[in-house]
């Protein structure tokens, strides 16, 4: 743990269209570790002398894969998801890029910025439930989490967890039956997160990082609901 050090592109730099974080993790030796590219100009920026090794995806949604496909043009890294996230960011409906103008438009954007259908190639390495593998010494854990959508996984790098929309601090989780499953989500997401350490950090996909032990009370509420 001690040769690593991450730094979230969400504390430095948000994308102003998409409001999505992306995080990059560094190593000692100049590789690192992207999770959920959203703009390239960052990317490219902040992993300046160092070598895209892997990059993680946590869902399929457009906001949090928006880069994948320029970033696949220019390194060779690894693209690790879920089976069902490989599979529904191959499909602009799917992975709501087809839509996401209707959506920029609620959040109150430029109502002329264009959002073109967008999809991606298959990811470099899959998985239905859970994977593992290490990283420069360390575990990495990719859980796969559905609720907030279908391919929905959690990506946990020792006592850090990257949720992507699977919790956040400022609002519940968006759990629509169109996207996801608040059925999934208390049968699946509640209990894990639960039986995590509650010092845990998490690194959501919008807003701050912040203490699990900060949303216990509110994951509760959904178990017992």
Not at 102 to 121: A, R, S, T, W
Not at 180 to 202: C, R, T
Request: proline fraction near 4%; hydrophobic fraction near 35%; charged fraction near 25%.
């Amino acid at each position: 743990r001690d040769r690593l050090r991450s730094r979230g592109l969400g504390d430095v730099y948000k994308r102003q269209i998409l409001e999505s974080n992306c995080y990059v993790i560094y190593a000692e030796d100049h590789k690192c570790f992207v999770i959920d590219p959203n703009n390239m100009d960052a990317i490219i920026e902040y992993t300046k002398g160092y070598e895209i090794e892997y990059i993680g995806l946590t869902h399929e949604h457009y906001d949090h894969i928006a880069a994948l496909n320029a970033l696949r043009k220019i390194t060779d890294a690894k693209v690790i998801c879920s089976q069902v996230c490989s599979e529904r960011m191959q499909d602009a409906d799917k992975n709501l890029s087809s839509i996401f103008k209707v959506q920029l438009h609620f959040m109150g954007k430029d109502p002329n910025i264009v959002v073109e259908p967008y999809h991606c190639e298959p990811a470099d390495i899959t998985y239905t439930e859970s994977f593992a593998m290490e990283w420069e010494g360390i575990p990495v854990w990719f859980f796969r989490a559905p609720g907030h959508s279908p391919g929905s996984a959690m990506i946990v790098f020792d006592d850090v967890i990257f949720v992507g929309d699977s919790l956040s601090l400022d609002h519940d989780v968006i759990i629509r039956k169109r996207y996801g499953s608040k059925e999934d989500y208390k049968k699946i997401v509640v209990p894990f997160l639960l039986a995590q350490p509650q010092e845990s950090m998490i690194y959501p996909g919008h807003g701050k990082n912040f203490r699990l032990s900060q949303r216990i009370t509110y994951l509760k509420s959904i178990k017992n609901g």
